[in-house]
């Protein structure tokens, strides 16, 4: 089992910037891959992010790209969602997720373990 809890949203204007952590427990030493997703009321959870546990490959959606940044620091256990230029249409709870086996890392269906979510508010 993987334990993710997600922390840092929050209400922030538009054009801020917001940083969201998600530390992992237990045997993460299974993980392959962090995600972030989010999910905006009465839409679809959506992919944003992800990073292989190992290595430097990242994937990200074109909404975000350019603006948001994930990273992680293994010793930590902890993967990170840099949000910068923050616009309305962001506001969504953001979950992160552990993926167990190598995928396209995009689809929901591609993660085993989710955190509680977290909310991020962009005003305009």
């Known amino acids: 089992q993987v334990q993710l809890v997600e922390s840092g949203g929050g209400l922030v204007q538009a054009g801020g910037s917001l940083r969201l952590s998600c530390a992992a427990s237990?045997?993460?030493?299974?993980?392959?891959?962090m995600g972030w997703f989010r999910q905006a009321p009465g839409k679809e959870r959506e992919f944003v992010a992800a990073s292989r546990w190992s290595g430097d490959t990242t994937y990200y959606a074109d909404s975000v790209k350019g603006r948001f940044t994930i990273s992680r620091d293994n010793a930590k256990n902890t993967v990170y969602l840099q949000m910068n230029s923050l616009k309305p249409e962001d506001t969504a709870v953001y979950y992160c997720?552990?993926?167990?086996?190598?995928?396209?890392?995009?689809?929901?269906?591609?993660?085993?373990?989710w955190g509680q979510g977290t909310q991020v508010t962009v005003s305009s």
């Open positions: 997720a552990a993926a167990l086996y190598y995928s396209g890392f995009r689809s929901a269906r591609d993660y085993a373990y």
């Open positions: 237990g045997r993460t030493f299974s993980i392959n891959a």
